[in-house]
């Protein structure tokens, strides 16, 4: 098993920056890919962004340009950098963690979510 604690979600005005971060701990050698999922009120869970070990990264394309994932192979942890935030952001965001191979990424361990929101 794997466990993931994300940290850094709040409360942002529109155009502002959040980070969130994602500690995962346990059978690490399981995993390759680190990523977060959003899902805001009412609508379906979509990836936001993903990132393999070997620096293979996945972006939903609503967030390109915007926000920018990273990994510290080290400590075990993947962030998340959100620039010029939009009310449409705001969302539960899940950090995920699972396996990327032959193009196919795949979650299987989940963390509890924080929640962003974006608001003036």
């Known amino acids: 098993q794997v466990q993931l604690v994300e940290s850094g979600g709040g409360l942002v005005q529109p155009g502002g920056s959040l980070r969130l971060s994602c500690a995962a701990s346990?059978?690490?050698?399981?995993?390759?890919?680190m990523g977060w999922y959003r899902q805001a009120l009412g609508k379906q869970r979509e990836l936001v962004a993903a990132?393999?070990?070997?620096?293979?990264?996945n972006y939903a394309d609503s967030v390109k340009g915007r926000f920018t994932i990273s990994r510290d192979n080290a400590k075990n942890t993947a962030y998340l950098q959100m620039n010029s935030l939009k009310p449409e952001d705001t969302a539960v965001y899940s950090c995920?963690?699972?396996?990327?191979?032959?193009?196919?990424?795949?979650?299987?361990?989940w963390g509890r979510g924080t929640q962003v929101t974006v608001s003036s």
């Open positions: 995920t963690a699972g396996r990327h191979a032959a193009g196919i990424w795949s979650f299987n361990f």
């Open positions: 346990g059978s690490i050698a399981s995993i390759n890919v």
């Open positions: 990132v393999t070990d070997g620096g293979i990264t």
